[in-house]
């Protein structure tokens, strides 16, 4: 149980609520569970109701905190409708944008329906979020907003071309968004995760791959919160980073075409989307 009495700046700042898109699974969930044991009371937002009442349930018992359920699927044009009932009369003072989801394969070969879902999931539900309630936490002077990109949002990505497009909107939104609410109280922070054990590499349709636990992803973005506008989690993906920075995009982006041509298998429809 969080000890309420104990001043915490952390939470002093961004809560009392956070507000948690794709929490069903995987990064959004342990943003909950971080979040939870430092006493926020969450807003946990996805399609999937009976993961959302398991997670809900069990945070509830294990820190005494409050979860409201806002089931909501973000690639509907009127998502936000459902997101504004559930947050009604409560004060959000962090929003983890993490829902998200992606394709592997050919561009062409995957259905136009899919491909504009992801857009809609991946970056035009951030925005909507991120305006309505960046400027809630602008009018108080606080709070904070993170968005959940990835390391393939820094270079072209071969065979996951829109993924890594949507990743790379989510990184340069993100980091000039964070300049601009800094100077109005508000933080911002692009986490960029590299292969992560969650369901994303099953529902995109790629072979397992090196992958670095969900814990340490969220820890290292909770801890750069306030104090960086982008963390690349883990060292090997700040080393590829890093050192993909020195060559010209172009040969990256050919390098890593002829590397992945044949890793991702394409499925057709995909599954359920990781963390929703």
């Known amino acids: 149980m969080p000890d309420q009495s104990r001043h915490d700046p952390f939470l002093e700042q961004y809560g009392p609520w956070a507000l948690v898109t794709g929490a069903s699974s995987g990064i959004g969930a342990e943003f909950a569970c971080q979040l939870a044991s430092r006493g926020f009371h969450l807003v946990i937002a996805a399609r999937r109701r009976e993961r959302l009442d398991a997670l809900s349930e069990r945070l509830e018992r294990a820190h005494a905190i409050e979860v409201k359920i806002a089931v909501a699927d973000l690639a509907a044009p009127d998502f ?51 305006h309505v ?26 065979f996951m071309s829109h993924y890594a497009a949507s990743k790379g909107y ?17 933080d911002v922070l692009v986490v960029c995760p590299g292969g992560t054990e969650t369901e ?27 104090k960086k506008h982008t963390v690349i989690t883990g060292m090997r993906n700040r080393v590829f ?19 992945f041509e044949g890793f991702g298998r394409k499925r057709e429809g995909g599954g359920e989307r990781e963390g929703e």
């Open 133 to 158: 309630f960046g400027k809630q936490m602008a009018d108080r002077g606080r709070g904070g907003i993170v968005l959940v990109s990835s390391v393939v949002g820094f270079l072209g990505m071969p």
């Open 170 to 186: 989510e990184l340069l939104f993100g980091e000039a968004l964070g300049f601009e609410l800094k100077r109005v109280g508000v």
């Open 241 to 259: 980073v890093g050192s993909a920075r020195f060559a010209p995009r172009w040969l990256m982006t050919k390098v890593l075409g002829t590397v």
């Open 80 to 130: 936000m409708e459902r997101i504004l009932t559930v947050t009604d009369g409560i004060e959000v003072g962090l929003l983890v944008n993490n829902a998200g989801f992606g394709v592997a394969g050919k561009f062409l070969d995957h259905s136009l329906e899919r491909e504009l879902e992801l857009l809609q999931v991946n970056c035009r539900a951030p925005l909507v979020l991120s």
């Open 200 to 226: 994303f590499q099953e529902v995109a349709g790629v072979r397992p791959m090196s992958t670095m636990s969900v814990t340490p992803v969220v820890a290292q973005a909770l801890r750069a919160l306030g």
